[in-house]
């Protein structure tokens, strides 16, 4: 009889490594000598961009356009605009956030004194805000506020109705002055002007208010919310108008670790001033390959096939699970020197995830779902059984496609099949309420892990695995629940 050989398929079987994912580990408890109030969670999305929270929201239609991003920015993390609009509506939604709040505004809507209260009130209405400086040749002559024209005939013009006494400031002023200035005179606006009487920015009393209220929010140095958005390497024209509003491109590909995809993605850096973060990536080598051909790479999105709404590892049975994913990028980048923030990924479903990517390597989680129960989405509101849902679906869903701006992602054309489902997500309410439980649920998991912050747990955590047995103690178990007795189980 022939001996039984191995030979190299066999082998390929035999010795395929194990892709843990969030359900097969657990994180040992160490000793510890910090309280979770102790504990600094602030970390980087990019090589130049900090946040306060290491939470990101996914660039999905269902989950971040302008209100996403303006509520995960003043929370201290970081919203991903879509790109399954045109370029226009993407571009308008990064205006919306970055006009949201700023220290000094730089380019002010205004209005002439010739043009009529109609036209001054359509302006108010379409950059949602309550007032306009008047401006005539490049000269500040008036102030026009909601107040002014509350009941003022349409076709008046904006001469007869503006403030023409002004309180204005020099280029240079504090915001403690500011502030005074406001006060003192009671008005909600200043508007800022060099000598010769042109505008050059205006502070108003809300962005002031707001720097109080959201005293973790992350900003740029002008005073305005961070802001990213998701791009394709393939369309220069869309990333190139980006560029001038966000601070942050993320390419939005579920493969990248492709030839033409790293060739694409060379070309468009040489274009771009904002700092990039391109994947999905999930091996070793792709972080090898990414990190040699692509040196201006700020950030590097990490896991393919763990989202929630993914069909990519069932149907085409390949997928680096994003924990695996985390784990194998981040020894790539050590093992280079390469100091470039990662991004988990996909998957993650509470807490104990979070703080799971981050213990394997990660310096942020980006979410889909999580993000999608929140008030905030632009997903519809639904009930269903007498219970609140909210509309989430994969960018590579059926529907999702249809709109086929971001077909690409999938390459649905050559491919032909769907990666994504769609579906609906319990309602959450605000994304503060969602974040505040996070972030707790994630100091109490560093806290057992004894990591006062992020780098901490990186060197000190350690992973054990539960059996598939196991895995039931590690769940309520024995006992019948609420949630159970509801459903009549
Ligand atoms: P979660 O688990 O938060 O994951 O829902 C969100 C991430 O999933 C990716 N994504 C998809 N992956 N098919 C996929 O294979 C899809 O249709 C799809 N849509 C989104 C994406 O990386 C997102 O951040």
């Known amino acids: 009889m022939v001996p039984l050989k191995k030979g190299k ?36 999305a990019t090589k130049n961009h900090k946040l306060n929270i290491p939470l990101i ?48 505004i730089k380019d002010v809507v205004t209005v002439e004194p010739g043009q009529t209260i109609a036209e001054a009130v359509r302006l108010m209405e379409t950059h949602e805000i309550s007032g306009l400086p008047v ?19 349409p076709d008046l013009k904006v001469r007869a109705l503006m403030t023409k006494d002004l309180v204005t400031a020099s280029e240079g002023i504090s915001i403690e002055e500011a502030k005074e200035i406001l006060h003192e005179h009671r008005i909600e606006k200043l508007p800022i002007v060099d000598e ?32 990213a958005a998701a791009i394709s390497p393939f369309d220069v024209e869309r990333a190139k108008r980006l560029d001038r509003y966000v601070d942050i491109l993320v390419t939005d590909v579920a493969h990248f670790h492709n030839t033409e995809v790293i060739g694409a993605t060379e070309k468009l850096l040489a274009e771009i001033g904002a700092d990039v973060i391109v994947g999905n990536i999930g091996t070793y080598e792709a972080a090898e390959d990414v990190i040699s051909k692509l040196e201006k790479v700020s950030g590097l999105r990490v896991g393919v096939g763990s989202g929630s709404i993914c069909v990519t590892t069932e149907v085409m049975r390949a997928g680096a699970p994003t924990l695996y994913a985390v784990a194998s990028v981040a020894d790539a980048l050590r093992d280079y020197g390469a100091n470039i923030p990662i991004i988990a990924d996909g998957g993650v ?36 059984g007498g219970r609140y849902y909210k509309q989430y679906r994969g960018m590579g869903s059926p529907s999702a496609m249809a709109k086929r701006y971001s077909l690409d992602r999938y390459s649905a054309p050559s491919k032909g099949v769907a990666e994504g489902v769609e579906g609906w997500v319990p309602y959450k309410g605000e994304v503060s309420a969602v974040v505040k439980e996070l972030v707790s649920g994630l100091k109490a998991s560093m806290g ?42």
């Open 135 to 153: 401006v005539d040749c490049g000269k500040l002559v008036g102030i026009l506020t909601e107040r002014d024209v509350r009941f003022a005939k």
């Open 57 to 104: 929201s996914s660039p999905m239609d269902t989950v971040t356009e302008t209100e996403m991003a303006i509520a995960m920015a003043r929370e201290g993390g970081l919203g991903v605009l879509h790109r399954n609009c045109s370029v226009e509506e993407q571009v308008e939604m990064a205006k919306k956030v970055k006009r949201a709040e700023s220290v000094v």
């Open 349 to 384: 479903k509470n807490a104990g995830d979070v703080a799971l990517a981050l213990a394997a390597g990660a310096s942020a989680v980006m979410a889909g779902n999580l993000f999608a129960r929140c008030k905030e989405a632009p997903g519809t509101l639904v009930t269903i």
């Open 448 to 489: 057992y892990a004894g990591a006062k912050n992020i780098q901490e747990l990186w060197e000190k955590s350690k992973f054990v695995m539960v059996s598939p047995l196991g895995a039931g103690e590690t769940r309520p178990h024995d006992v019948l629940l609420p949630s159970e007795t509801e459903r009549g189980t």
């Open 9 to 44: 398929f066999r082998s390929k079987i035999e010795s395929a490594e194990v892709a843990f994912t969030f359900h097969d580990l657990i994180m040992l408890p160490g000793r510890s000598s910090v309280e979770p109030s102790e504990i600094d969670i602030r970390t980087k």
């Open 196 to 227: 010769k009487g042109a505008l050059k920015g205006l502070i108003t009393f809300k962005d002031i208010l707001l720097r109080g209220k959201y005293p973790d929010a992350v900003r740029d140095e002008e005073g305005q919310l961070l802001c």
